[in-house]
């Protein structure tokens, strides 16, 4: 692969090509490699590049692959400016010199490194330069001299494939595998079938049941956003086995836990290594815990509460508390205004965050 002189390599052996093509002709145009508005009154054919883009094919060339480019051209065909008492042969001049370079560039398409027109600047190749016409249409080409400002003049494009320039940093491979750890286990891993009860909360002991799990199968609640600092790789539960039953006994105490339905993975490993897994879903609903006392109407209540959200609304004998009378505090505290003139007795209360919606509490009365 060659170094950053990859590019000026390819101009080299472009300018090469198009100089030999055009060695039999008089008058002989010269080549040039430049911009387009290159100020200059003489007969000459110039190499444009207007584009350089990734060769998407070569980008996972090895493990630390090279800059892998093509490089897109705009041949030119300039005519020289006519003066004394010439009578407008420059044009044809140019366009036999554009038709000697393209025939050179059809027969030269393909050009191995060892190609007298291929520099050292361009070496070592990877695979042979490709030289392939680009089929530019009018409204491409116009657009580019419209950039530069300058009359349109007769082009062609030209894509050069494929350019490399070597990385500076060295891949360094790492050591062999000195520890082969192989395990063969006659299980597909754990299926999940079902889990009850259907929501649940802090308190919550979840009922999940399976096939195939084994000793080694771990279970991890899913991390969502607005949970609180820590479980980064998900929530582990106290897990307890019922034995001679396809079931174990799940329980995330966590009140701070986001209310919603979230993922309950269940891995299964064996020597380190894992050999199955899978899924089922587990909800959340905010609930209230407490307290368990008497209270007066027209007062304001703070209830214990588990997976609180600030979205949270509040229900009271299954009527709806306005917004105002609602304060989240925090997931595990929810503050609420009774109204007056409620009625004395039993006042159960429930939450709903978002589409989740918890247990009814009846631990408060009324006096």
């Known amino acids: 692969m060659a170094g950053v002189t990859a590019i000026q390599g390819v101009d080299d052996t472009l300018k090469k090509l198009a100089n030999d093509a055009v060695a039999g002709l008089t008058p002989k145009p010269r080549i040039t490699v430049g911009p387009l508005d290159r100020d200059a009154s003489d007969l000459r054919l110039n190499w444009f590049l207007y584009h350089v883009g990734p060769a998407a094919a070569y980008r996972n060339l090895g493990a630390r692959p090279p800059l892998a480019l093509q490089l897109h051209y705009l041949l030119t065909a300039f005519p020289a400016t006519p003066t004394g008492t010439a009578e407008g042969d420059q044009e044809q001049f140019a366009h036999a010199g554009l038709a000697a370079v ?11 490194a060892n190609d007298a027109a291929v520099p050292a600047t361009a070496k070592p190749l990877v695979e042979p330069l490709r030289i392939t016409m680009d089929a530019l249409d009018l409204e491409a080409v116009s657009k580019l001299w419209t950039a530069a400002s300058e009359p349109l003049r007769l082009s062609v494009g030209y894509l ?53 799990l084994t000793a080694a199968t771990a279970f991890t609640l899913a991390r969502e956003e607005g949970d609180p600092p820590g479980g980064d790789e998900g929530w582990a539960p106290t897990t307890v086995r019922r034995a001679g039953t396809d079931a174990v006994e799940l329980r995330f105490a966590r009140p701070a836990l986001r209310p919603g339905t979230r993922r309950l993975d269940a891995i299964a490993t064996e020597n380190g290594l ?13 609930t209230v815990t407490g307290p368990t006392t008497a209270v007066a109407a027209a007062s304001t209540v703070q209830l214990d509460v588990a997976h609180g959200a600030p ?15 609602v304060a989240f505090v925090s997931p595990t ?5 009774l109204p007056a003139g409620m009625a004395a007795g039993p006042a159960g209360i429930s939450l709903r965050s978002g589409r989740t919606a918890g247990p009814v509490f009846t631990g408060l009365t009324v006096t």
């Not at 393209?102 to 191995?112: D, F, S, V």
């Not at 894992?274 to 905010?286: C, L, N, Q, Y």
Request: hydrophobic share 45%; glycine share 8%; net charge negative.
């Open 333 to 337: 505290r929810i503050d609420i205004d």
């Open 274 to 286: 894992r050999v199955g897994s899978d899924s089922i879903a587990v909800t959340f609903a905010p």
């Open 160 to 212: 050069v494939s494929l350019v490399t320039i070597e990385p500076v940093i060295r891949h360094v491979p790492g050591p062999p595998v000195l520890d082969r750890r192989i395990t063969v286990v006659a299980t597909m891993g754990p299926r999940l079938r079902d889990v009850t009860p259907a929501r649940g909360s802090a308190a919550t002991t979840f009922s999940v049941e399976f096939e195939g």
């Open 102 to 112: 393209m025939q050179a560039l059809h027969e030269n398409a393909i050009l191995p």
């Open 311 to 325: 979205d949270v609304e509040a229900f009271v004998r299954g009527a709806r508390l306005p917004a105002g009378a």
